[in-house]
């Protein structure tokens, strides 16, 4: 697989022939399999590590190499044909975020489609069997089959809930059924079976959610679990009617009616726990959650260029308006109870989904992807008649908060970057980055070249392992960044906003690979000095950013001191989602 070696492939500019030989083969273990893509990261970085060493940061571009850039073509064209993937491929997606629940997919046939490994254990399905040999009573089979046919012919139901009885072990068996939609194969019904042990941390999950004691939540899980009250009351130690008592106050707090009720609501938390969204085909005309989140359409605008371009509306309708900068990974929703703070507060939030992202279209490789996204969003506040307004960004996202501050169109009244981000001027400030967000922001400076393959394959492993599992590898060092994700009201906001980012069929790697480029390549120093004296600036960050640590976030105060920086200790980057009142108190004061 490999070629002879360039010139290039020893020396201090290049790699050495033993570590090119090795990035090269994990390069196409990527390309075929994107789960290896941390074997990719961890390699490549230490390769690269000490060539970053002395490097000029005003032209710092690294292996320069005709070869190694021609195998990461090939890789990538790799990656595209793994990309149109078989029909089972796309059916087996639909399962695999059920990691630990026992899973299949139901043709229109009630033939099983697709069975994950859980099912096959416990339910004792196998692919291609007829629903029949699911080991439950034989009338519950047709309960089965009468419920997928419903859901399928019913545009009015989207979920079922049955409870059956295993007919080896003769206890309950709950069972959850909805449609989906694979991509172009038409409608599935998906069932999810109570037959496994609950996910980690959902009795915390519970807690949370329902301000149970540590008691109630373990009993909710039993009862989902399909335990009785004798049995729970033994595995417990205590007496059937204590059990009985905290069932009682269970309900009470849930405001659940009866134990049917109260798992079938514990079953959708613990859909939410392990990432058991609705598959989607693609892109919608509107942005509808799962659980809290009220459904928003996209508004539609037609550019000079004859693009497509849309955005979102959150909050009051008709308030008074604040421009929300979303970040690459397209997090265009916030969780529902801070878009119905704002609709109570009369705030309108205006959300551009940018180029090659969602259903706005993308713009050519020969156009200034970072001007476009400027003037895309001008055009988005004027159609909505706004003349004056804050700016709220997240992450990178300060660097078009600028960029829009540098234009007469529109009187910015603040900039309130959340996580914010100013431009990069030391190389420490990339290596003090966690791996991930190194390898894509400094590969941004150092292999720009060598950087639309990386980014390609990072959302090819987010589309395989979902995308819990991919901010958990994320921001995995990051402890209050993974305890943000996993308040379910920010879980659902993050997973269904960046739905304009990536779907089973939609990935905007282009786009997030242009913005990234813009705001690694160009020195943007200027524009932040131009709002020095004329525009109030204030940046929330958090102490655990893995983009901008503490150190760099000092040099940030040193470099810009007449920026407001605020830092909350137990945030990182997602600090907007856990902080999100603060933001708004903020906001509402440089409403114009």
Same mark, same amino acid.
């Given at each position: 697989m490999t070629e002879p070696a360039h010139p290039m492939s020893g020396g201090d500019d290049g790699l050495t022939g033993r570590t090119r030989d090795e990035a090269i083969e994990r390069l196409y273990d990527v390309a075929l399999d994107p789960s290896r893509y941390e074997t990719l990261l961890d390699l490549w970085e230490s390769a690269l590590k000490p060539l970053r060493e002395g490097v000029d940061l005003s032209a710092p571009r690294l292996l320069d190499d005709h070869t190694i850039s021609s195998h990461f073509d090939r890789a990538g064209a790799f990656l595209d044909r793994l990309d149109q993937s078989s029909t089972q491929d796309q059916l087996n997606a639909a399962i695999a975020p059920f990691d630990k629940v026992a899973a299949f997919l139901l043709d229109q046939k009630g033939k099983v489609a697709a069975v994950n490994g859980a099912a096959e254990q416990v339910l004792g399905l196998v692919l291609g069997d007829d629903i029949a040999k699911m080991r439950v009573n034989p009338e519950d089979v047709e309960s089965i089959r009468v419920a997928a046919r419903l859901l399928?012919?019913?545009?009015?139901?989207?979920?079922?809930?049955?409870?059956?009885?295993?007919?080896?072990?003769?206890?309950?068996?709950?069972?959850?059924?909805q449609e989906?939609?694979?991509?172009?194969?038409?409608?599935?019904?998906?069932?999810?079976?109570?037959e496994v042990s609950c996910p980690d941390g959902f009795e915390d999950i519970l807690k949370r959610a329902f301000d149970l004691t540590g008691a109630e939540a373990s009993v909710v899980q039993n009862l989902v679990e399909c335990c009785s009250v004798k049995e729970i009351?033994?595995?417990?130690?205590?007496?059937?009617?204590?059990?009985?008592?905290?069932i009682k106050s269970?309900?009470?707090?849930? /405001? @659940?009616?009866?134990?049917?009720? +109260?798992?079938? =609501? $514990?079953?959708?938390?613990m859909d939410m726990s392990n990432l058991t969204i609705k598959a989607d085909p693609g892109p919608r005309i509107v942005s509808r959650g799962y659980a809290t989140l009220e459904e928003r359409p996209f508004q539609t605008l037609i550019t000079p260029d004859g693009r497509r371009l849309d955005y979102l509306v959150l909050g009051d309708p008709a308030g008074k308006p604040v421009l929300f900068l979303p970040l690459d990974y397209g997090l265009v929703r916030w969780p529902a109870s801070a878009e119905a703070e704002a609709k109570t507060r009369g705030i309108r939030v205006i959300?551009?989904?940018?180029?090659?992202?969602?259903?706005?279209?993308?713009?050519?490789?020969?156009?200034?992807?970072? /001007? @476009?996204?400027?003037?895309?969003? +001008?055009?988005? =506040? $004027?159609?909505?008649?706004?003349?004056?307004?804050?700016?709220?960004?997240?992450?990178?996202?300060?660097?078009?908060?600028?960029?829009?501050?540098?234009?007469?169109?529109?009187?910015?009244?603040?900039?309130?970057?959340?996580?914010?981000?100013l431009p990069m001027t030391n190389r420490a400030q990339y290596e003090r980055m966690e791996k991930w967000h190194r390898f894509i922001l400094a590969g941004a400076?150092?292999?720009?070249?060598?950087?639309?393959?990386?980014?390609?394959?990072?959302?090819?492993?987010?589309?395989?392992?979902?995308?819990?599992?991919?901010?958990?590898?994320?921001?995995?060092?990051?402890p209050a960044d993974i305890e943000t994700f996993e308040n379910p009201e920010v879980f659902e906001a993050m997973v269904t906003g960046s739905e304009t980012a990536l779907t089973d069929t939609h990935s905007s790697h282009e786009a997030f690979s242009r913005m990234v480029m813009g705001e690694q390549q160009t020195d943007w120093s200027f524009r932040v000095q131009a709002?020095?004296?004329?525009?109030?600036?204030?940046?929330?960050?958090?102490?655990?950013?893995?983009?901008?640590?503490?150190?760099?976030?000092?040099?940030?105060?040193?470099d810009y001191d007449w920026i407001d920086f605020r830092l909350y200790d137990?945030?990182?980057?997602?600090?907007?989602?856990?902080?999100?009142?603060?933001v708004l108190d903020e906001v509402e004061k440089h409403l114009g």
């Open positions: 399928v012919t019913d545009e009015n139901e989207n979920t079922a809930v049955l409870r059956l009885r295993s007919r080896e072990k003769g206890h309950f068996v709950v069972v959850r059924l989906v939609q694979v991509g172009d194969r038409g409608a599935y019904v998906l069932a999810a079976s109570s009351a033994e595995q417990r130690g205590r007496s059937v009617d204590t059990v009985r008592a905290q269970i309900l009470s707090k849930t /405001e @659940t009616k009866s134990q049917i009720e +109260l798992v079938r =609501l $514990a079953l959708s938390v959300v551009p989904v940018r180029a090659g992202f969602g259903q706005s279209d993308m713009v050519p490789s020969s156009v200034d992807y970072d /001007e @476009t996204a400027t003037r895309d969003t +001008l055009q988005i =506040l $004027a159609a909505e008649g706004v003349r004056r307004c804050p700016i709220i960004s997240l992450g990178s996202d300060s660097h078009y908060a600028f960029s829009l501050a540098g234009h007469d169109e529109v009187e910015l009244t603040a900039i309130i970057a959340c996580a914010g981000v400076r150092y292999t720009p070249h060598l950087l639309p393959f990386m980014v390609k394959a990072g959302f090819y492993l987010a589309r395989k392992i979902g995308k819990r599992g991919f901010i958990h590898a994320v921001y995995g060092n990051n709002q020095k004296g004329r525009l109030p600036v204030i940046f929330m960050n958090g102490a655990q950013d893995p983009q901008v640590p503490l150190a760099t976030l000092d040099e940030f105060r040193a137990d945030a990182g980057q997602l600090v907007f989602f856990r902080h999100w009142r603060d």
